[in-house]
């Protein structure tokens, strides 16, 4: 088992930036592909981004390519999304996880977090 916990949320006006953290904890190592989701009020959760074991690549939706950046340090267990240059539309409740492969690209992942809420004021 993995647990993780995000931190860093928070309200932001647009233009401006927000790095989230995402520590892991229990069973953790770096073979794990980790993953950013995010879910708006009344919509699914969708995929932001992912990195792989090694943090040598990464995905990004469309949406947020160019503006997020995802990166990792093993040595910490911990992930990050740099996000910059927000918009409105980027709020939502952000989701790190984990899953056991190193196919980060995709959207079914093993663990979540309990998620944190990032509010982009116009």
């Known amino acids: 088992q993995v647990q993780l916990v995000e931190s860093g949320g928070g309200l932001v006006q647009a233009g401006g930036s927000l790095r989230l953290s995402c520590a892991a904890s229990?069973?953790?190592?770096?073979?794990?592909?980790m993953g950013w989701f995010r879910q708006a009020p009344g919509e699914e959760r969708k995929i932001v981004g992912g990195?792989?074991?090694?943090?040598?690549?990464?995905y990004y939706t469309n949406s947020v390519k160019g503006r997020f950046t995802i990166s990792r340090d093993n040595a910490k267990n911990t992930v990050y999304l740099q996000m910059n240059s927000l918009k409105p539309e980027d709020t939502a409740v952000y989701y790190c996880?984990?899953?056991?492969?190193?196919?980060?690209?995709?959207?079914?992942?093993?663990?979540w977090g309990q998620g944190t809420q990032v509010t982009v004021s116009s």
């Open positions: 990195i792989s074991w090694s943090g040598g690549s990464t």
């Open positions: 229990g069973r953790t190592s770096s073979n794990y592909a």
């Open positions: 996880a984990a899953r056991r492969d190193n196919s980060y690209y995709r959207g079914d992942y093993d663990y």
